[in-house]
């Protein structure tokens, strides 16, 4: 079993900045690419920011220059720095990881439970 616990969303104003943090935990072996997603409402869940456990990284182009996707690998935690924030990034923001598990070992998906983001203008 593996688990993303995700925090740090909330409301901010327009201009403000948010670090959202996912941490996985559980019979993990390794952790290939983390990255975030969004899901505004109406909305369909669209790719944010991914990283490799090479620390190769991939933004969206509405959020390029304005966020910051990181990892820690011995924490097994990812974290997203939002800066410049818009009322547009208002979106319940999701935590995905791609996990080699162990007993049984097995490739896994895993998804955190998001964190809301609003950000008000």
């Known amino acids: 079993q593996v688990q993303l616990v995700e925090s ?70 990812v974290y997203l720095q939002m800066n410049s924030l818009k009322p547009e990034d208002t979106a319940v923001y999701y935590c995905n990881a791609n996990v080699f598990a162990r007993n049984p070992y097995r490739y896994l998906e895993v998804w955190g439970q998001g964190t809301l983001v609003t950000v008000s203008s």
């Open 8 to 77: 740090g969303g909330g409301l901010v104003q327009a201009g403000g900045s948010l670090r959202l943090s996912c941490a996985a935990s559980g019979s993990i072996f390794s952790i290939n690419a983390m990255g975030w997603y969004r899901q505004a409402p109406g909305k369909q869940r669209e790719l944010v920011a991914a990283i490799t456990s090479g620390a190769i990284t991939n933004y969206a182009d509405s959020v390029k220059g304005r966020f910051t996707i990181s990892r820690d690998n011995a924490k097994n935690t």
